[in-house]
């Protein structure tokens, strides 16, 4: 029952900034990494930022600079703080997460996937 639920997607003047959350909920026995990739209209879904569980961070170049990814263990939570938003930022946003789950009392390394959240940039 591991769900990914994404929030804070909307629309944004070029130049402004928004913050996407994405919280991991269900029987997690460990978080090897989490992140978020987009994927606009008729394009690949492409990688944007990713952080693992000793806080190591990786982002896309195109985004370098302008987004910070962060985590709050607590509440199983990673969030996207995106600055300095361009056109070609919009997309839709999904959160994903690789986890070691505790299910059928067994351990399994698992990919899992958020809904997704659009995030609109206007100019």
């Known amino acids: 029952q591991v769900q990914l639920v994404e929030s804070g997607g909307g629309l944004v003047q070029a130049g402004g900034s928004r913050r996407l959350s994405c919280a991991a909920s269900?029987?997690?026995?460990?978080?090897?990494?989490m992140g978020w990739y987009r994927q606009a209209p008729g394009k690949q879904r492409e990688l944007v930022a990713t952080?693992?569980?000793?806080?190591?961070?990786n982002y896309a170049d195109s985004v370098k600079g302008r987004f910070t990814i962060s985590r709050d263990n607590a509440k199983n939570t990673v969030y996207l703080q995106m600055n300095s938003l361009k056109p070609e930022d919009t997309a839709a946003y999904y959160c994903y997460a690789r986890l070691t789950v505790n299910r059928a009392m067994s351990l399994l390394e698992s990919d899992y996937w958020g809904q997704g959240t659009q995030v609109t940039v206007s100019s």
């Open positions: 269900g029987s997690i026995f460990s978080i090897d990494h």
């Open positions: 952080i693992n569980s000793g806080g190591t961070t």
